[in-house]
């Protein structure tokens, strides 16, 4: 059934603490005072970035109501982002936020959410600390899935096989279970402390295991693992396949780590790197992380150039994906209670409609940003005709059948909606 109902849990199963890798990720949150938000979006200006000219670094924060403290994010099926709140094991949920900032929000009895991903079932999967994993349908409708082989889930992806993977935690291994909820547990000596996965481009899984020095761990989807330590790896992880090829990792020593498919392990350190945790792969074909001990995110291209980009409102910022909009969300932990977007040099902007009203068949002009090449343009969902295109400006025309809403542009990069709504006379 859909979860709406909220509840409060706190359990301790088999003598074992469910708070574990929570402890770890508060220690880094020491001294952090929460200050709960709620209202409408900020948007922000870049500070500290090179590349605002190309149009990336435009930040936008939507708070998320108070009691919320986000971790795991994922672009949904259904164009929206999903992230998980995990409020210290109180007042826990799955929520939902659009591409203009409106959450919905998902309780329930059982739920105590980590990690999000999009399965290939058309439904999320996510990780609920300490015993389960979850599945959650866009309409709010939870499996849990209880059997063996599931011991503290933390991250999870989606496997080349079709299964969801994930990694345990509390048991130093990595995790596997079909969309029917047949799950597999993968043990190895040197599987400790697992914590981001993420599918390779070997057709393997690529793992970190982040206790201290931490290593990089490779398994196939038979169940053989491979493991490799050295200089360049030290306490890493997140992990994400970057455009190159090669698997990117966070070293929360302060570095971002790449290691190609053959295990060669190439380190990039200094400015821009302060303890970062999540990262993932752009649109722009660069690589995004965040920066927990400076409170800004970072971008760093496949030749290891690292831009910075700071803002009033990134606070503690998680986990980071890349949206179906061509922007880049992360999940602000700390004290904004937030979830933030920030545009990337290929982000689809629209900053002007003219006119704003009109008859079938008028022509309009939208202005904006990384425009060219648009795949598409709608009003209110019926789509038009293009009549020229350029980077910064697309002319249109009112389509038949159109009614009053939103404009939108669909670039093979993402979509842009305008601000305020077209009215059709």
């Known amino acids: 059934m859909p979860l709406w109902m909220k509840t409060e849990t706190t359990r301790v199963e088999d003598g074992t603490d469910p708070t574990t890798p929570r402890r770890r990720l508060l220690r880094r949150l020491a001294g952090l005072t929460a200050v709960l938000l709620g209202g409408p979006a900020l948007t922000l200006g870049l500070t500290g970035g090179t590349a605002a000219a190309s149009g990336a670094g435009h930040l936008t924060i ?29 007042n826990t949920s799955i929520e ?49 899935y209880t059997v063996s082989g599931i011991g503290g889930p933390t991250a999870i992806t989606v496997g080349p096989d079709g299964a969801l993977w994930f990694t345990n ?8 279970i079909t969309t029917a909820g047949v799950a597999t547990k993968y043990s190895d000596t040197s599987i400790h402390d697992p914590t981001g996965i993420m599918a390779g481009p070997d057709g393997a899984l690529w793992f970190t295991n982040s206790d201290y020095p931490g290593s990089i761990g490779r398994i196939t989807t038979t169940g053989a693992v491979t493991n490799y330590t050295g200089t360049g790896i030290y306490d890493p992880e997140g992990i ?75 606070s503690y910022p998680l986990e980071i994906t890349a949206g179906p909009d061509g922007a880049i969300w992360f999940t602000n932990f700390g004290n904004h209670t937030s979830i933030g977007r920030i545009t990337t040099t290929v ?31 709608a009003f209110h969902g019926t789509p038009a005709t293009i009549v ?33 709504t077209f009215r059709v006379t």
Request: hydrophobic share 35%.
């Open 62 to 90: 939507y708070p998320v109501g108070s009691f919320t403290q986000p971790h795991g994010i994922t672009p949904g099926p259904d164009g929206a982002l999903w992230f998980t709140n995990v409020f210290n094991r109180e």
């Open 96 to 144: 939902r936020i659009t591409s203009a900032g409106v959450v919905t929000n998902f309780t329930g009895t059982g739920l105590d959410p980590w990690d999000i991903t999009a399965g290939p079932d058309g439904a999320l999967w996510f990780t609920n600390y300490p015993s389960s994993i979850g599945r959650i349908t866009t309409a709010g409708v939870v499996t849990y």
């Open 169 to 176: 935690y509390l048991d130093n291994s990595i995790g596997r």
């Open 240 to 314: 994400t396949t970057g455009s190159d090829g090669a698997l990117w990792f966070t070293n929360y020593g302060g570095s971002i780590g790449r290691i190609t498919t053959a295990g060669a392990v190439t380190n990039y350190t200094g400015t821009g790197i302060c303890a970062p945790e999540g990262i993932t792969a752009g649109p722009d074909g660069a690589l995004w992380f965040t920066n927990t001990c400076e409170f800004s995110i970072g971008r760093i291209t496949t030749s290891g150039v690292v831009t910075r980009f700071r803002g009033t409102g990134i």
């Open 347 to 377: 982000t689809p902007d629209i900053t002007r409609v003219t006119p704003r009203s009109g008859a079938v068949g008028t022509t309009v002009t939208i202005t904006g940003r990384n425009l060219a090449r648009a795949i598409g343009v």
């Open 388 to 420: 020229s295109d350029t980077s910064t400006k697309i002319v249109v025309t009112v389509p038949a059948g159109a009614t009053t809403g939103h404009i939108s542009v669909t670039t093979r990069a993402g979509t842009a909606t305008s601000n305020g």
